[in-house]
């Protein structure tokens, strides 16, 4: 198991490698359609979305945290 001082890290590669898989294909299938080699264009392009993905998340999760922070309140007053 992995300790829990890396818990952002897992969280960050996690949240990055399923929107990259997931998004990838879905803009893939957009931009080319169900064609016949779309697996390989599909891999490729989540092979660049993963890359560009994992360090962005490491990046923007932290601002995210705060953001939700200042919007989010308690119902007691």
Do not use: T
């Amino acid at each position: 198991m992995i300790h829990r001082k890396y818990q952002h890290v897992l969280f960050a590669f996690l949240m990055a490698l399923f929107m990259s898989c997931f998004m990838s294909l879905v803009i893939s299938i957009f931009n080319v359609g169900l064609v016949e080699d779309i697996l390989e264009i599909w891999l490729h392009a989540w092979a660049f979305a993963f890359v560009v993905a994992f360090p962005s998340v490491m990046v923007v999760a932290p601002l995210v945290r705060r953001l939700v922070v200042l919007l989010v309140h308690d119902d007691e007053r």
